[in-house]
């Protein structure tokens, strides 16, 4: 059986390529700028003693990082299960 989804049925579905894409743009721009603000606060506030920023800071890096990877990975993720579902 080779059953795999019917995209041409979609209307205005490069419409909504282009919005996905431009949104997955946004959101990768705006999780490596929050990751190069919160090293630096980061930084700054480890070096003045400041460990509640820091901590607070720490957390802003790591939630930028995991965002990141995410949206990056979210299409590898699903072009993998398109793949899977076209075997089964």
Known sequence: MDVSPDFGAVGGLGDLRLIV????????????????????????????????????????????????????AGVAWVNFLLGVGETL
Do not use: Q
Request: one cysteine or more; proline letters at 0%; a positive charge.
């Open 21 to 72: 894409g431009a949104l997955l743009t946004f959101v990768l721009i705006f999780a490596v700028l929050m990751l190069i603000i919160c090293a630096i606060v980061w930084g700054v506030a480890t070096s003045s003693g400041n460990y509640h920023a820091a901590t607070r800071a720490r957390a802003g890096v790591l939630v930028a990082v995991g965002t990141a990877a995410l949206a990056g």
